[in-house]
T-cell receptor, first 115, second 114 residues
Framework: AQSVTQPDIHITVSEGASLELRCNYS??????LFWYVQSPGQGLQLLLK??????LVQGIKGFEAEFKRSQSSFNLRKPSVHWSDAAEYFC?????????????FGKGTRLSVIA | DTAVSQTPKYLVTQMGNDKSIKCEQN?????MYWYKQDSKKFLKIMFS???????INETVPNRFSPKSPDKAHLNLHINSLELGDSAVYFC?????????????FGEGSWLTVV
């Protein structure tokens, strides 16, 4: 069965520091890959997604993610974190062959930003 | 303009009551979903509808009954509420039912059963 793992439950970074959130997937083929952000008390917003092609994907709010097939990873990065980035981040996967299989989410990584 | 809107945002109710959460999307999408987020923030799909037709029904108690009067609306009715139903319920939509479609989420409905 497909699965997605976010190894870090909680990360704290200083404002202005760089950020990397890890995501690993287990799938028979390269799935569609997504990163969503959930700000406190809000719904989920799509940051970026990878289907194929260039393995470095640019998203909104200055985020990017790199797909590495050899490591089954899709880590999210940001060069300089702002206090407003404090939120819960979810990696998600979907099968590449279409169909009705729903999006499967990781358990999330909570990002705290300190001054 | 809110793309996926759900009401109410907050709901506190007693065990045994019946409650509904309404959802509407103005994106012209064919597919709508209900997701449940538990206290540990874990997100799991409950239902998916495509053009008013049920296509995904995960292992959910039959006290939960989705209803889609048209493809822009997917309401969730819950009978005989239990303490364990306390969670955040997210409505979402996508252009179509294919797995590569981006899913757009509403802001969530915080349900507390006391």
């Amino acid at each position: 069965a497909q699965s997605v793992t976010q190894p870090d439950i909680h990360i704290t970074v200083s404002e202005g520091a760089s950020l990397e959130l890890r995501c690993n997937y287990s799938y028979g083929a390269t799935p569609y890959l997504f990163w969503y952000v959930q700000s406190p008390g809000q719904g989920l917003q799509l940051l970026l997604k990878y289907f194929s092609g260039d393995t470095l994907v640019q998203g909104i709010k200055g985020f990017e993610a790199e797909f590495k097939r050899s490591q089954s990873s899709f880590n999210l990065r940001k060069p300089s974190v702002h206090w407003s980035d404090a939120a819960e981040y979810f990696c998600a996967v979907a099968p590449p062959w279409g169909g009705n299989t729903p999006l499967v989410f990781g358990k999330g990584t909570r990002l705290s930003v300190i001054a | 303009d809110t793309a996926v809107s759900q009401t109410p945002k907050y709901l506190v109710t007693q065990m045994g009551n019946d409650k509904s959460i309404k959802c509407e999307q103005n994106l012209g999408h064919d597919t709508m979903y209900w997701y449940k987020q538990d206290s540990k923030k874990f997100l799991k799909i409950m239902f998916s509808y495509n053009n008013k037709e049920l296509i995904i029904n995960e292992t959910v108690p039959n006290r939960f009954s989705p209803k889609s009067p048209d493809k822009a609306h997917l309401n969730l009715h819950i009978n005989s509420l239990e303490l364990g139903d306390s969670a955040v319920y997210f409505c979402a939509s996508s252009l179509s039912q294919g797995s590569g479609n981006t899913i757009y989420f509403g802001e969530g409905s915080w349900l507390t059963v006391v």
